[in-house]
Nanobody, 122 residues
Framework: VQLVESGGGLVQAGGSLTLSCAVS????????VGWFRQPPGKARVFVAAITWNGGRQEYADSVKGRFTISRDNTKSTVYLQMNNLKSEDTAVYYC????????????????WGQGAQVTVSS
C-alpha cells in the first residue's frame, strides 16, 4: 500500500493550496480517508476526513469553513482544498486510509503517507 501526498509548499497568509493524496495497493473506494497535520514541535492532530463514498465529511473546528476534503474514487485520490490559510496552518500534512473507527482519531487509520510540508508566511 502506498500513499503519496503532493501539492504542499510555501504560501502567503490568505492564500490557497490544494493537497492531493494518491493511493495505490488497495481498493480505495472501500476506505475512509483522513488528513492530519503536525505543526513544528507539536503532536499530530486531526484535520479532516471523508467516508468511503464521500457521503460524509468531518473537520476540525480550526479549519471549518476554510478547508474542503473531497475524493475521486476513479483516480484513487483524495484532495484537501485549503483556503484563507493562516500561519497556524503551517505543518506537515499527512493523509491516511482506514476502514473502521472514529474518523477524527488516528486509531481509525491503517496506512499513512510520508507527509507534505505546508508553510504559511505572515
Amino acid at each position: 500500500v502506498q500513499l503519496v501526498e503532493s501539492g504542499g509548499g510555501l504560501v502567503q497568509a490568505g492564500g490557497s493550496l490544494t493537497l492531493s493524496c494518491a493511493v495505490s495497493g488497495l481498493k480505495f473506494r472501500m476506505y475512509a480517508v483522513g488528513w492530519f497535520r503536525q505543526p513544528p514541535g507539536k503532536a499530530r492532530v486531526f484535520v479532516a476526513a471523508i467516508t468511503w463514498n464521500g457521503g460524509r465529511q468531518e473537520y476540525a473546528d480550526s479549519v471549518k469553513g476554510r478547508f474542503t476534503i473531497s475524493r475521486d474514487n476513479t483516480k484513487s485520490t483524495v484532495y484537501l482544498q485549503m483556503n484563507n490559510l493562516k500561519s497556524e496552518d503551517t505543518a506537515v500534512y499527512y493523509c491516511a486510509v482506514g476502514n473502521g473507527g472514529t474518523l477524527n482519531t488516528d486509531r481509525a487509520y491503517d496506512y499513512w503517507g510520508q507527509g507534505a510540508q505546508v508553510t504559511v508566511s505572515s
